[in-house]
């Protein structure tokens, strides 16, 4: 048994840090936020050459077929450079739903381009209930056409198509066609846009049945807590920086007790976080019993985990911390938003719930 | 990332697992919450059966007597011990703590002498580092060895000290240098807890029994051939021990934490709140399901160290990590059975009414030790910021 990263995983680790670094740097984030999309065609085209668009896809659609633990440390990256833009709603979101349940022309027709990096896509879900139960979807399609809002759609402005969960069924939708209405839903996070989308009878292609959205939306709700995980390693960086080289009263702050448990505590929270995202990209990977239960402890863990590692990031910080010039409120805005989206901690531990105090037998497991 | 076992890790598990259905008693759940004093040769018994076996330490090497097993086939061994819920061992600080610290410091004669009384469990150890001034400021401590024709002459008072009632032997942490700064001068013994000058009081608990002791040590001849490790190098030495009992220790928690949160889940279908199970009820469903998604994290974080470790070859203070974090997540498993239970969460063992026979009341209580013994939370937070994170050292 082996609970780390092997050479090859390292490689693809340290490669992705550097290439977001150099290609990706705060300044382009600051940028690319303050634009209506918080889309960067050149940093977009770049993300495709190095394969991530297709990190986890087949080959045959122009993917690079790697594993969803190869996925999840992308996303850890991608979370730490607070990558902006549409790459989860595009790659994590509708390509893993369209490998899920597309069929193979579909597959040619949608998820290749995706992979080639030349579409983006997105996944609508949430209606005005705001909630991420399939029985709250009330949108249902009729004679293949679509009728009625969704809410909180991410980068539908800059999407070729959107797949829409609808009552009965997944629908693919081009944004271009006639009776699609996007408008901006002004949102925390800067970096990824929010929108509603209205069909008035919209033509939407079928992709599949909605009791398939399971594993697809399990992989993207890992994903989503590894970029978290991302994050928090990145605010635990800057804190524990600021409290070597901030000084009051002559000395580091870092040396005064309630700073440094603090950091000792953010230290904490983003370590178990890792360990709970790595261990459901595994049990995702291999269809594991216990994957849903992972999924939900990873989801849980980190969504009150980031939240309160930004909380005392900000703290060690001061005054500083409250600042637009300081990059933690970039994101604190971003936990915020991601701490919500797949679920809450609150949803995610009645998922839990679910899954142990209803079932008959607690179920046993190997080392 | 392979979390399948190995084919060696396969083999190990199963030649454990046969040995292990052939040998457990069946009567252990008649002792589990007995007094200590009461069980104690019930648990020697058992462990100089698992010595039979060749079980008793397998992570010591193959020389004494272990199976120079990994970590990860250590874990395998405590999974499954829990398993099949066999009784611990008599000899725990001995096996867990001491034994490796005497077969990483010790001369040939002391590992000869000592090693086999510690796998039998005839020798049972102790560990005897606290002060009454030197608690986590374990280096200031005052107990004095004075050089005296061939034999050290201990004075002092030693508290806190765990199996102290029924040790034979004690690793004891004293001062032989005074002029010398405080981690320069202390040196490790090996003292017979029968020597006369040795007094060893009780000290009762919060909970009632008499877990630890006060040990008070009256010109009491230790001779020199039973110092571990060189004279003024204790702090090395007893270093090496706490290492010990912050990492690889966690491995046997998180069975008992499994069991404890998978038995809460059990009480709370049957255990009713307004009119239904408490199963049903979603503030109880909230805490519980956050307890064990955190007793989940705790074997995975555990399990990540262990591979870490694996990877450098050097045990760094992952310990730490794990010691803070089990300590204060059984504090919240602990607090959590008590909402569970209402007014029977109080209720002690010998009271007929008690549920589970009273170990919830005793876990509570108990629990409120965990972030103080093997270095309080607030020490181990110290240790992440100082030595993990490269933060100014704060004392
Ligand atoms: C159940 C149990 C079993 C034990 N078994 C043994 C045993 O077998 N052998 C043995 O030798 N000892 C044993 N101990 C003793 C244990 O190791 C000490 O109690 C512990 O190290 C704390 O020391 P102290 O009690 O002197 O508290 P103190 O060190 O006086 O601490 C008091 C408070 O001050 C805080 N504090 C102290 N220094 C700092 C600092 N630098 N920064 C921040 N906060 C600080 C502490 O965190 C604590 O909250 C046991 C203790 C318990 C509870």
Not at chain 1, 128 to 140: F, I, Q, Y
Request: charged share 25%; hydrophobic share 45%; with cysteine.
């Amino acid at each position: 048994m082996q609970f780390g990263l092997n050479e090859s995983q390292e490689f693809l680790r340290d490669s992705a840090r550097k290439f977001f670094a150099g290609e990706c740097p705060m300044a382009e984030v600051r940028r690319l936020m303050e634009t209506d999309t918080a889309f960067g065609a050149n940093l977009w085209s770049k993300l495709a050459e190095q394969g991530y668009t297709g990190i986890i896809f087949p080959e045959e659609f122009g993917g690079v077929a790697l594993g969803i633990f190869e996925l999840i440390l992308l996303m850890e990256e991608a979370g730490r450079a607070l990558l902006p833009g549409p790459f989860f709603s595009t790659v994590v979101m509708a390509g893993t739903l369209l490998d899920a349940l597309a069929t193979t022309a579909q597959k040619r027709k949608y998820l290749a381009p995706i992979c080639r990096g030349e579409a983006r896509a997105t996944v609508a879900f949430f209606e005005a209930e705001g909630s991420w139960d399939l029985a709250d979807v009330r949108l249902t399609a009729a004679n293949g056409e679509l009728k009625g809002e969704k809410l909180f759609v991410p980068d539908a402005a800059i999407a070729d198509w959107i797949i829409v969960v609808a009552q009965n069924g997944v629908f693919l939708v081009d944004s271009k066609a006639s009776g699609v209405r996007v408008q901006p839903m002004l949102g925390m996070d800067l970096t990824r846009k929010l929108y509603s989308v209205r069909f008035d009878d919209v033509p939407g292609e079928k992709i599949g049945e909605t009791a398939g959205l399971a594993r697809p939306r399990a992989i993207a709700t890992a994903a989503l807590a590894a970029e978290m995980v991302g994050g928090m390693q990145r605010t635990l960086d800057l804190a524990v920086e600021y409290a070597k080289t901030r000084k009051q009263f002559g000395k580091p702050i870092g040396i005064f007790q309630a700073v440094q448990h603090q950091c000792a505590d953010m230290y904490l929270e983003t370590e178990s976080a890792r360990s709970a995202v790595y261990y459901a990209a595994w049990a995702l990977q291999h269809h594991a019993p216990d994957a849903a239960a992972a999924v939900s402890i990873a989801k849980l863990y980190a969504s009150d985990a980031s939240r309160t590692v930004g909380n005392r990031g900000i703290q060690v910080h001061g005054g500083m911390g409250f600042t637009w010039e300081n990059d933690l409120h970039l994101y604190y805005r971003r936990a915020k938003a991601s701490e919500t989206t797949f679920g809450d901690a609150t949803f995610h531990r009645e998922r839990l719930a679910r899954l142990t105090i209803d079932a008959e037998v607690v179920s046993e497991r190997g080392a | 990332m392979d979390l399948n076992l190995t084919p060696e890790e396969v083999a190990f598990r199963d030649e454990f697992r046969v040995w292990l259905q052939a040998n457990v008693p069946k009567d252990w759940a008649e002792w589990r919450e007995k007094p200590l004093e009461e069980s104690f040769p019930y648990l020697r018994a058992w462990q100089r059966k698992l010595q039979e076996g060749g079980w008793a330490a397998v992570s010591w090497p193959k020389d004494y007597g272990g199976r120079s097993a990994t970590l990860m086939q250590q874990a395998i061994f405590w999974e499954e011990m829990a398993r099949l819920e066999a009784p611990p061992m008599a000899n725990a600080l001995g096996l867990g703590l001491i034994g490796p610290t005497i077969i990483a410091y010790g001369t040939n004669a002391q590992k000869k002498r000592f090693i086999p009384g510690i796998l039998s469990a005839e020798e049972i150890w102790c560990q005897g580092f606290s002060e009454p001034n030197a608690g986590s400021d374990l280096a200031a401590l005052q107990t004095e060895a004075r050089l005296a024709d061939a034999h050290y002459l201990v004075n002092g008072q030693k508290i806190w000290m765990s199996y102290g009632w029924v040790g034979d032997w004690c690793e004891l942490v004293v001062r032989t240098d005074p002029a010398v700064p405080k981690h320069k001068g202390l040196t490790v013994l090996l003292v017979d807890m029968k020597s006369p000058g040795v007094e060893v009081r009780p000290l009762r608990q919060m909970t009632g029994e008499s877990e630890f002791n006060e040990v008070f040590l009256r010109d009491v001849r230790v001779p020199v051939e039973n110092v571990l490790g060189k004279v003024n190098d204790g702090w090395n030495v007893a270093v090496s021990t706490l290492m010990h009992e912050r990492g690889a220790y966690g491995a046997r928690l998180i069975l008992i934490f499994k069991r404890n949160i998978n038995r809460l889940i059990e009480l709370t279908r049957k255990v009713q709140r307004n009119g239904r199970p408490a199963a049903q009820d979603p503030i109880l469903r909230q805490k519980l399901a956050q307890c064990y998604a955190e007793v989940e994290i705790m074997r995975l974080n555990q399990l990540r160290a262990f591979s870490r470790i694996t990877s450098t070859g050097a045990p760094g203070p992952e310990g730490s990590i794990q010691k803070l974090f089990w300590s204060e997540l059984n504090q919240r498993l602990q607090q959590l059975a008590q909402e569970l239970l209402g007014p029977y969460g109080q209720l002690l063992a010998s009271d007929g009414h008690a549920i589970d026979k009273g170990i919830w009341s005793y876990g509570y209580l108990r629990s409120r030790g965990n972030t103080i013994e093997a270095g309080t939370s607030e020490v181990q937070r110290n240790i992440i910021g100082h030595f993990v994170l490269g933060l100014p050292r704060s004392y």
